[in-house]
T-cell receptor, first 112, second 114 residues
Framework: GQQVMQIPQYQHVQEGEDFTTYCNSS?????IQWYKQRPGGHPVFLIQ?????EVKKQKRLTFQFGEAKKNSSLHITATQTTDVGTYFC????????????FGTGTRLTIIP | DAGVIQSPRHEVTEMGQEVTLRCKPI?????LFWYRQTMMRGLELLIY????????DSGMPEDRFSAKMPNASFSTLKIQPSEPRDSAVYFC????????????FGPGTRLTVL
């Protein structure tokens, strides 16, 4: 079945440093979504990308969808303590179903 | 709108007991999803419904798990009998267009089976 892996699994950064998480799917995706889950909370939608090579920005966050639509990345510039949490990518396999498969997640901790 | 509502928020039960988790999706959302989250297995899709009809239950671990959606505003996930390995956080989510649109998650039910 479809698998979505993320690296790294954990990342500890000093406040102000940049952070990147990478997402790789075993199959071509129709879309890629990114979610953030704060400790003790529930996943909250950040963004969706659907076009090959698409890049979107939200303030300090930059999201990319790979040309082959099998990988994606999330980059955070100048991390802040509010960025703490686990970041998940998720995508629908490109063969017509509606199931969103979530990646393994990257847990970000910030050292003040 | 109040968002996706789940109850109970916490459930502690003993092995062998029946557990029922409840979810009220956002009004107007045609899709409802049940997920389970554990440290070991991450966020897994158990089952999803479209217009109250179960579409894919391939993620349901075994026959002890069952889910229903009797109407557009209510769904249940039942575990009978429960086992310690069922301990996890169970999330319900709803969306307009399945996996192709934003999923709104409920706060989750933390289940502990002793």
């Amino acid at each position: 079945g479809q698998q979505v892996m993320q690296i790294p699994q954990y990342q500890h950064v000093q406040e102000g440093e940049d952070f990147t998480t990478y997402c790789n799917s075993s199959t071509t995706l129709s879309n890629i979504q990114w979610y953030k889950q704060r400790p003790g909370g529930h996943p909250v939608f950040l963004i969706q990308l659907v076009k090959s090579g698409e890049v979107k920005k939200q303030k300090r966050l930059t999201f990319q969808f790979g040309e082959a639509k099998k990988n994606s990345s999330l980059h955070i510039t100048a991390t802040q303590t509010t960025d703490v949490g686990t970041y998940f990518c998720a995508g629908v396999a490109n063969f017509g179903n509606e199931k969103l498969t979530f990646g393994t997640g990257t847990r970000l901790t910030i050292i003040p | 709108d109040a968002g996706v509502i789940q109850s109970p928020r916490h459930e502690v039960t003993e092995m062998g007991q029946e557990v029922t988790l409840r979810c009220k999706p956002i009004s107007g959302h045609d899709y409802l999803f049940w997920y389970r989250q554990t440290m070991m297995r991450g966020l897994e899709l158990l089952i999803y419904f479209n217009n109250n009809v179960p579409i894919d239950d391939s993620g349901m671990p075994e026959d002890r798990f069952s889910a229903k959606m009797p109407n557009a505003s209510f769904s249940t996930l039942k575990i009978q009998p429960s086992e310690p390995r069922d301990s996890a956080v169970y999330f319900c989510a709803s969306s307009l267009r399945g996996g192709l649109s934003e999923q709104f998650f409920g706060p989750g039910t933390r289940l502990t089976v002793l």
